[in-house]
Every structure is written in C-alpha cells, then in structure tokens.
C-alpha cells in the first residue's frame, strides 16, 4: 500500500452537551472560524491556516466524546483500493454518500480494534486560508483567542492496540514513529502517514472508543504560553501545562471544552520519515516520556477520557 494514499487527518467529528457553550469554545477561546451548519445541526469550523471547508464538526449529544476521524487521500482510486483494504482486514465498512457533510464528498467509514470509527475521503469543498495563496502575508491579525493553525491529530484509547497499529501500518500505510512498552507489551502507539511526529495516536485502555484529546498546532512556544494566560484569563478548565513531552517533543498545554473534551495546543515536535527507526520509550521512564519537565505521571491526564 502506497506510503501517499493517506495524505493527513482532514476532521474530528466532536460531541458536545451544549452546541452553543462549545462554539464560543472553538471559535472565541481556539480560535477557529465558524463556516457552517445544517439541517441535522452540526456546526462546521475550521483554522485560520487550513484550505479545505472544515476540520472540525460539533455535535449535540447526551455524553461528550469523539464520533469519528476522518483522513483526506490522495484521490477516488486510492479511496476505493484503500475500501478494499479494510474490508479484507476484517473492519465493517460503510459507504457514506458525498454531501452527507455538507462540502464534502463521498466517505468510506469502518470500524476498528480499538472501538473506533473512522473515515477516509477524496473530496472536500475548497474554502480557503486566511492570506490566499498569491503573495500571502506570512500571519493574520484579526484571528480571536489562541489562534490555532491546523487541527493536528488525535490521542484516542482503546482496546485491541496491537491490531489497530496493524490496521493503520499495513493497510493504510501509516509508520510507527514512537511506541511505549511494558518489556514486549505495546501500551502506546504514535503513527504518522506524513512527516510529523504523528498524525494520530493510541493508548491501551480497558475500555473502547474513548477519546482523550483532540490537537491544533501553533507556530511557537510563546504561542503556547499566550494560549496558557487566555486559559487563566477565560477561566477555562485546565488540564495540565504548559510542558513539553518527550515523546514527540512537543511543546504544550492541555485544557478541557465545556463539554469535557480535552482539547491540546501545541508547537514543535519532531520530524518522522519513513527511514527512521522507531522511537521506544520504556514504562520505567513513562513520566518523563509524557512531562519531560517534571518527570513525573498526573493520572487524571492518563485517566480522564471521553
């Protein structure tokens, strides 16, 4: 399966308790735009320095939490081999017909190990950045809150992690940039089908489907500690930061939606190509693979979930 089907993560598709307390969140705090709605009332937003229609769809529902993931590849064919490639693993398929989302073409769901759902797509609606594509300006001004860039990728935790690493490096074409072990027992996964430090991640968890985080990033560490006083100022639930991890580097902050949905933005992280070796982090040094300051686990980060 080529490396290049699967170009990035295009969406997170996010459950939230009250619709209009969780769009002042994404859009006034975050920093994203608001491009859309529809008849099922879903709300469609994206960042400021993003092409594509939406990156970002809210939900009202009775429990918070992820509805699913969605991937942009290279074009149909690939959309269609990579259909049969899932089919054939074992995952129960859906095809979902273009529009269902509002400006985005036909999807292909499945299922997987870990007791998620995701999605695969060829086709979105082109809406635009913020400083065009002829002579842009290098930033924005009138962006609100902590201006977030691009969603990035999710941390997702769930059951059977050693087949859905399977799933995701074999069929779809992902690498195992960075793994955590427990002696020969794989307890965390950081895969990337581009040259990030990953585009989606997992943890091995006692129950399925569960959602800990979704990830935007931002151009720098001084943009995360602006985000950091905005959380103090807004008096939103923080989680843990500002710190920086060891696995992938990143420079972040960890804070929640009113809904509970951990939220992370961050800057920097390392660059992954399909050359390199994997990264391994050993149980013993957990604390300082996750808080590369203070060395040190915080279970309600490791714990909470959605």
Request: with cysteine; charged share 25%; glycine share 8%.
């Amino acid at each position: 399966m080529s490396q290049k089907d699967v170009l990035r993560p295009g969406h997170v598709a996010i459950r939230v308790l009250d619709m209009d307390e969780a769009v002042k969140h994404y859009t006034d705090y975050l920093g994203l735009i608001k491009t859309d709605h529809d008849d099922q009332g879903r709300v469609y937003l994206k960042a400021w320095d993003e092409y594509d229609w939406f990156s970002v769809v809210l939900r009202e529902a009775d429990a918070p939490g992820m509805d699913y993931m969605g991937f942009k590849v290279r074009d149909t064919e690939a959309l269609y081999r990579l259909e049969q490639g899932v089919r054939e693993f074992g995952c129960t398929v859906e095809r979902i017909g273009s529009g269902e989302l509002n400006h985005c073409g036909e999807r292909v769901r499945f299922d997987s190990p870990t007791g998620h759902h995701f999605e695969l797509y060829a086709q979105k609606d082109f809406y635009g950045n913020e400083t065009g594509t002829t002579n842009p300006e290098a930033f924005v001004e009138d962006v609100k809150g902590m201006a977030a860039h691009r969603f990035d990728h999710c941390l997702l935790y769930g059951t059977d992690l050693d087949r859905s690493v399977e799933l995701f490096r074999d069929v779809l074409g992902f690498g195992l940039a960075e793994q955590v072990l427990d002696g020969d027992f794989l307890i965390g996964a950081f895969l990337s089908c581009s040259n990030k430090a990953h585009d989606i991640a997992f943890i091995r968890h006692d129950e399925p489907g569960k959602f800990h985080h979704a990830s935007f990033f931002l151009e720098t560490w001084e943009d995360v500690l602006r985000a950091a006083d905005l959380i103090s100022k807004y008096d939103l639930s923080i989680d843990i930061g500002p710190t920086r991890h060891g696995i992938t580097r990143g420079k972040t902050i960890y804070f929640f939606d009113p809904s509970g949905n951990r939220n992370e933005v961050f800057a920097g992280g390392s660059t992954w190509y399909p050359d390199h070796p994997t990264i391994t982090w050993t149980t013993d040094n957990l604390g300082k693979a996750i808080f590369y300051h203070d060395r040190e686990l915080n279970q309600n980060f490791l714990e909470v979930v959605t």
